[in-house]
């Protein structure tokens, strides 16, 4: 064999080893308990901060998503709230419902208007709501190091990590990565792990790469399997973000993650051995504590993903405003998407 033959030989190898880890997506816990620390933002914008990665929403990076509307189309992503209406008079019993409605005043006793009372359950699987950073721990702690025992208290609420740390809003440059597009499907099936190398085929597909201070928005099609095949216990099987994925998240300094559920899929593949119980949704949890990342779950992509479509347009302005509840741990929201 020739040097110039070995060369090309070793260069090969070189390529069929590299193709061979970009394809291992295996993540144990020691991994798990490793990326703690070496991807964490803890400290980044300093001791205090309750805003995650939200900072890296820059004014320089809101003038930039502006220039993005250019028809001026705007676009949902909230899935409609149809409340269970409580009785007007005495109380019913309670319902897991996300949202409860009890009228307390209106015709005919108030002819001349009305008024009502909300009673939200801000998380599950069905309402589209902000995620706080406190909303979830790691070993007692959430985000930035801010312990439990002092600020997550029952009757007391979040006292850090808040969603009032969102009293500004968001505005940024948002990306949909339409994950049934791209593999030319209506939905993933529940189950369906999404990898680093599926976003990236995406971004080649789309046109668009990702870049830090983006609101990323994963669609799966949840929504329309619902509406072709019923509903399902999408707490226990669900497509979604491979915990494999972590490091690409933290990389690519993504200021928001939204997705149709949870973020993570579930059940875990076999290439995931995690069991510490703090990771049982390993990206969504992981996004919120570790890189004080804020999360939409349960956001309906459906009509963004057919005006994308239409427009072959795959960025945009988004804008979502947070309710400030002081120590609430969450949020119903509409977040909007104007083209």
Partial sequence: MTPLSKTILALLMMGAATVAVAADHSVTQATMDQWKKSQSNWGRWGP??????????????????????????????EREIVPVLLPPDGDAPPTRAP????????????????????????HGYNLTHFDALGHHLFDGKMYNGFAASEHLLMDKGLTRGSIAAVADGVFTRG???????????????????????????????????????????????RWEREADKGPWEIAKSAAGLDASVIPWLKKRDIALLGSESALSVVPFPETTKIDNPDDYLPVHNFA???????????????????????????????????????????VPVNPIATF
Wanted: aromatic share 6%; glycine share 10%.
């Fill in 48 to 77: 205090d901060d309750e805003k995650g990665t939200l900072n890296l929403i820059t004014p320089a990076v809101r003038k930039k998503a502006a220039a993005l509307v250019k028809q001026g189309i705007a676009v949902s992503m």
């Fill in 99 to 122: 949202v409860q409605q009890k009228m307390l005043s209106g015709p005919p006793k108030r002819p001349s208007g009305s008024t009502d009372q909300l009673n939200i359950a801000a």
């Fill in 175 to 221: 990306v949909l990565v339409d994950m049934p597009l791209l593999k030319g499907v209506p939905y993933l099936e529940p189950g369906t792990p999404i990898y680093a190398e599926d976003l990236e085929a995406w971004e080649k597909f789309s046109g668009v790469r990702i870049e830090p201070g983006d609101a990323v928005f994963i669609r799966t099609g």
């Fill in 288 to 330: 919120l504590v570790a890189l004080g990342m804020p999360l939409i779950d349960n956001a309906d992509l459906g009509p963004l993903s057919k005006e994308a479509a239409r427009l072959k347009r795959y960025s945009f302005l988004f804008t979502a405003a947070p309710i400030r509840v002081k120590t609430g741990t969450g």
